[in-house]
C-alpha cells in the first residue's frame, strides 16, 4: 500500500507507521490477530472514516498521545487515567529555584505514592524541614549538599551527583542545596499519595509561629537577638554555595560524631540487576539500600524496540516517572479492560497493584523510566515465569499453543526483552 493515501491514512498501520508484523513480534497481537487486522482493513471500503476527527483538536498532544487519539484494537472499556505530565503541573517559582508535585490531587488514581520535581540552582536551599512520609529522591542533574541529623541526633551530610540517590524516614529533618556550577534538579517520591510538599515542618515556619520570649527561653538568649529572623516561611531560598564538605561534616558532627547510617545510595557503582541486549535493570531496595525501609525502586533503561517483559507486581502499586525517550504502556485492568498510554521525558506513570502491564521503547532513542513502590521490597512476576512453571499441557489447554511454542517461551524472567 502506497504512503499517504486516505486509506493508509486512517489504518491504524499507517497512522502510527507501525506494521502489525512489528506489533506481533512485541507480542501486541498474536500472528492470527495481526493477520486478522490485516484482512479487517483490506475488506474496509474506501469510505469507512469511523476513525477520522474532523472537528477542532489538539494536534500537538494528539499527535504525542498516539494510543489514546487512536486506541489499540486490545484496549477496551473505561481504565482510569494512569498519565500525569509534570509539564501539566504548578510550578512554584522562588528566588534559588522552583518545584513542582504530581500527587493524588493532580492524578487520582496515584493513591499509594507522590512526587515531586525541584530545580535548586547553585547555592539555592530547599530548607531545614522534615515530614511525615518518607522520602526517597533521584538526583537528574547536577550537584547537590544534603544534610540530616538520624534519630540519636548524630550529623549526616555528603554530596551528590546524577545517578545518586537518598532516602530520609519520616520525622528526619533534612536539607538539600544545590552546588557550584549550575545546582540541581532532582525528583522526590513520597510513601503517600496525598503528600504535599508545600505542607512540611519548616524550620522558619515554625519559628515564626513561636512566641519569641518562649524561643529566648528555649535557646537562653536574649529576644533581641532574635529579632532578624524571618516571620513567614522561606520553602526555596538563595544562599551562598557552601565551602568543603569535609569542613562541612567535621563541624555538623560536633562531639556527637557523624552517624553510622548512609542515607545516600551511589546506583551507578553498583552492577546492573539484569542486563540483556535490549537493555538493563538495576533494583535498589532494603536489602541493598539499608535506610529505605519504605521505598523500592528499579531504574530501567531500554534500548529502542526493547520491551520490559509483560508483568505484574504483588505487593505493591507502581509509580513511574519517565527520565527520557518515548514508551507506551498497556495496563491490562479485568474485566475484560485494557487502555494503552503513551509516556515521554518528564511524564508520571501509575499501575495499580498486581495489575498486568508491559512498558515499551516506541522511539528511537534509549527510554529510562523508575519504577517506585511503597514496600521495602521490589518484587514482580512475568508473564513467561508463570507459564514456563506450570504444567505444560495445562498451559497449552488454555492459550491452544503447540509444543514448539511453548517451549520457545522464556523460562527465567528476562525482564528486558529480546534478550
Ligand atoms: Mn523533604
Ligand atoms: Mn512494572
Known amino acids: 500500500m502506497p504512503k499517504g493515501t486516505e486509506k493508509d491514512r486512517w489504518t491504524r498501520r499507517g497512522f502510527l507507521g507501525v506494521g502489525s508484523a512489528a506489533l506481533a513480534a512485541a507480542g501486541m497481537l498474536s500472528a492470527k490477530g495481526a493477520a486478522g487486522q490485516g484482512q479487517e482493513s483490506a475488506q474496509k471500503p474506501k469510505t ?45 517559582l522562588h528566588q534559588g529555584g522552583w518545584s513542582r508535585e504530581v500527587t493524588v490531587r493532580e492524578l487520582a488514581v496515584s493513591k499509594a505514592l507522590a512526587g515531586v520535581n525541584m530545580r535548586l540552582t547553585a547555592g539555592g536551599v530547599r530548607e531545614l524541614h522534615w515530614h511525615t512520609a518518607a522520602e526517597w529522591a533521584y538526583m537528574l542533574y547536577g550537584t547537590a549538599r544534603i544534610t540530616c541529623i538520624d534519630s540519636d541526633g548524630k550529623s549526616f551530610v555528603t554530596d551528590v551527583k546524577e545517578g545518586d540517590l537518598w532516602y530520609f524516614p519520616p520525622g528526619i529533618p533534612h536539607s538539600i542545596q544545590g552546588l557550584a556550577p549550575d545546582g540541581t534538579e532532582f525528583l522526590l517520591v513520597f510513601d503517600d499519595g496525598n503528600f504535599s510538599e508545600y505542607e512540611t515542618v519548616l524550620l522558619s515556619d515554625w519559628m515564626a509561629h513561636t512566641p519569641r520570649d518562649v524561643m529566648a527561653k528555649n535557646f537562653g538568649v536574649s529576644q533581641g537577638a532574635l529579632e532578624k529572623m524571618p516571620r513567614k516561611e522561606l520553602f526555596i531560598f538563595q544562599a551562598e554555595v557552601p565551602g568543603p564538605l569535609a569542613e562541612d561534616q567535621r563541624i555538623a558532627a560536633g562531639a556527637l560524631g557523624v552517624s553510622p547510617i548512609d542515607f545516600a545510595f551511589r546506583t551507578m557503582q553498583q552492577p546492573p540487576t539484569k542486563r540483556s541486549k535490549s537493555g538493563e535493570v538495576r533494583v535498589i531496595d532494603s536489602s541493598s539500600f539499608k535506610v529505605a525501609a519504605n521505598i523500592a525502586a528499579a531504574v530501567v533503561t531500554l534500548r529502542p524496540g526493547g520491551l520490559r517483559e509483560l508483568h505484574w507486581h504483588p505487593n505493591a502499586d507502581e509509580w513511574q516517572f519517565y527520565i527520557g525517550g518515548k514508551a507506551r504502556m498497556t495496563v491490562f485492568a479485568t474485566g475484560g479492560r485494557a487502555r494503552t498510554m503513551d509516556f515521554e521525558t518528564g511524564d508520571v506513570g501509575y499501575v495499580l497493584k498486581a495489575l498486568p502491564h508491559y512498558i515499551e521503547n516506541t522511539g528511537n532513542t534509549e527510554l529510562k523510566f523508575l519504577e517506585m513502590f511503597k514496600s521495602s521490597y521490589y518484587q514482580d512476576l512475568a508473564l513467561s515465569e508463570w507459564l514456563t512453571h506450570t504444567p505444560p499441557e495445562l498451559v497449552a489447554a488454555h492459550l491452544n499453543l503447540d509444543k514448539t511454542t511453548l517451549d520457545a517461551l522464556p523460562k527465567t524472567k528476562p525482564v528486558i526483552v529480546p534478550e
Open 48 to 92: 469507512d472514516r469511523s476513525r477520522s476527527d474532523p472537528g477542532p483538536t489538539n494536534a500537538a498532544l494528539d499527535a504525542a498521545n498516539p494510543d489514546s487519539n487512536n486506541p489499540l484494537a486490545t484496549d477496551a472499556g473505561g481504565v482510569q487515567t494512569f498519565k500525569y505530565p509534570f509539564s501539566f503541573a504548578h510550578k512554584r
